[in-house]
C-alpha cells in the first residue's frame, strides 16, 4: 500500500474513541495469537482507505498492549497512517485480557452466514459496480462462493425416477399397512 499524500489523504474517522495515537507508540501484544496474512492485511487497507476508521484499536491500561485491532494496526502500516483511533480499556486481570485478546477473533469465527443472502448482497454490490473487495471478497473468494452456490448439474447418466411407482408402507408402531399403486 502507498503511503498518504496529503493530510486529506488520511482515512476519516467514523468510530468512537478515546484518542489519536502515534503509530509508534502502538505496542501488539506479544502474546496474541491470531495470525494476519499479507493478503487479509491489503484487503483491510484497501477497506480502512475507502471506508475510514469503523472500529478504533483497542489498547489494555492494564499491559498497555493492543487487546483487539492487530490486524488494524498492521494496515494502519501498510497505510503509511502516522495516528489511528484509539479506546482504552480496563481489565480487572491479565486473565480477563487474554480472554478478550482471544475472544474478539473467536466469536466473530463462529459465525455462519446466510449463504443465500450473501449472493445477494454481494451480486447487488457487483451490479452497482462496487468493489467487491471492500466488502472482503477477491475476485477469486467471489467466484469460489458463486461456484460454490451453484445448483449442482445432474451427472448424464442418471436416470429419473418415475413419480408414479407403486408405493407400499407398513407402519412399524401400528401395522396399518398403505399400498400406492400408480396411476
Same mark, same amino acid.
Given at each position: 500500500m502507498k503511503k498518504p499524500k496529503s493530510e486529506s489523504s488520511v482515512p476519516a474517522v467514523n468510530c468512537a474513541f478515546d484518542e489519536m495515537v502515534s503509530l509508534e507508540k502502538i505496542i501488539p501484544n506479544p502474546r496474541n495469537p !491470531? &495470525? @494476519?496474512p499479507e493478503a487479509q492485511l491489503n484487503l483491510l487497507a484497501k477497506v480502512i482507505a @475507502?471506508?475510514?476508521w469503523r472500529s478504533p484499536i483497542v489498547i489494555s491500561n492494564r499491559s498497555g498492549f493492543v487487546v483487539a485491532g492487530h490486524g488494524r494496526y498492521e494496515?494502519?502500516?501498510?497505510l503509511g497512517l502516522s495516528t489511528v483511533p484509539? =479506546?482504552? &480499556? =480496563?481489565?480487572?486481570?491479565?486473565?480477563?485480557?487474554h480472554a @478478550? $485478546?482471544?475472544a474478539d477473533n473467536r466469536i466473530?469465527? $463462529?459465525a455462519e452466514a446466510d449463504q443465500a443472502g450473501l449472493r445477494e448482497l454481494l451480486g447487488e454490490l457487483t451490479a452497482a459496480d462496487f468493489d467487491p473487495e471492500l466488502a472482503g471478497f477477491t475476485a477469486d473468494a467471489l467466484k469460489g462462493l458463486t461456484d460454490e452456490l451453484a445448483e449442482p448439474e445432474s451427472p448424464e447418466d442418471f436416470t429419473e425416477a418415475d413419480e !408414479?411407482?407403486?408405493t407400499e408402507f407398513t407402519c412399524p408402531k401400528c401395522k396399518y399397512s398403505w399400498s400406492g399403486k400408480a396411476s
Open positions: !491470531n &495470525q @494476519h @475507502h471506508q475510514g494496515a494502519a502500516k501498510r484509539v =479506546d482504552y &480499556q =480496563d481489565f480487572l486481570t491479565e486473565a480477563d485480557e @478478550h $485478546l482471544i466473530a469465527e $463462529l !408414479n411407482l407403486p
